[in-house]
T-cell receptor, first 115, second 114 residues
Framework: AQSVTQLDSHVSVSEGTPVLLRCNYSSSYSPSLFWYVQHPNKGLQLLLKYTSAATLVKGINGFEAEFKKSETSFHLTKPSAHMSDAAEYFCVVSDLYVGNTPLVFGKGTRLSVIA | EAQVTQNPRYLITVTGKKLTVTCSQNMNHEYMSWYRQDPGLGLRQIYYSMNVEVTDKGDVPEGYKVSRKEKRNFPLILESPSPNQTSLYFC?????????????FGQGTRLTVV
């Protein structure tokens, strides 16, 4: 069965400094991996996804993530945080061949950006 | 505009009073699902549907029902709501299940059961 562990429940950074949100996954087969963002009182928006092509994936708003199979990680990064990045971030794994549940969510990481 | 629409956005109800949260998508997606979001627990799947008339339980189905009579609609039914069902609910749809498929989410329904 697949699972996702987001290693930090809360990350706080200063505006203009780098962002690192950590995610480790477990999957029996080749996974697809996603990062979603949820702004306060909003739905979930896809930031980026890994689909077994390039291991470095670029997403919206300057975010990117690197798939590292040997470390079973898919950490989300951004070179310079902006106030508008403050939100909840979810790492998600999809595993085609295990049951019929396509998306398994991590518990989320709340990103705070300090002016 | 491609979207998933949930209604209502906010709902306060009393224990035991049946309610339905509607979900509709205009993207002709086959796969639809319901999640609940609780602090510290992330999103947990309640029910999902692979296609019309095909539904199955997710991780936390107790106390919920769903139906999929049409491709675009996937209502969530609480026959006898209880306070532990107070949560934020999301409906999602996908073109198909499997690798490389992303989900599109509704705006959420915040339910309070008193």
């Amino acid at each position: 069965a697949q699972s996702v562990t987001q290693l930090d429940s809360h990350v706080s950074v200063s505006e203009g400094t780098p962002v690192l949100l950590r995610c480790n996954y477990s999957s029996s087969y080749s996974p697809s991996l996603f990062w979603y963002v949820q702004h306060p009182n909003k739905g979930l928006q896809l930031l980026l996804k890994y689909t077994s092509a390039a291991t470095l994936v670029k997403g919206i708003n300057g975010f990117e993530a690197e798939f590292k199979k040997s470390e079973t990680s898919f950490h989300l990064t951004k070179p310079s945080a902006h106030m508008s990045d403050a939100a909840e971030y979810f790492c998600v794994v999809s595993d085609l061949y295990v049951g019929n549940t396509p998306l398994v969510f991590g518990k989320g990481t709340r990103l705070s950006v300090i002016a | 505009e491609a979207q998933v629409t949930q209604n209502p956005r906010y709902l306060i109800t009393v224990t035991g009073k049946k309610l339905t949260v509607t979900c509709s998508q205009n993207m002709n997606h086959e796969y639809m699902s319901w999640y609940r979001q609780d602090p510290g627990l992330g999103l947990r799947q309640i029910y999902y549907s692979m296609n019309v008339e095909v539904t199955d339980k997710g991780d936390v189905p107790e106390g919920y029902k769903v139906s999929r009579k049409e491709k675009r609609n996937f209502p969530l039914i609480l026959e006898s709501p209880s306070p532990n069902q107070t949560s934020l609910y999301f409906c999602a749809s996908s073109p198909q299940t499997g690798v490389n498929t992303e989900a599109f989410f509704g705006q959420g329904t915040r339910l309070t059961v008193v």
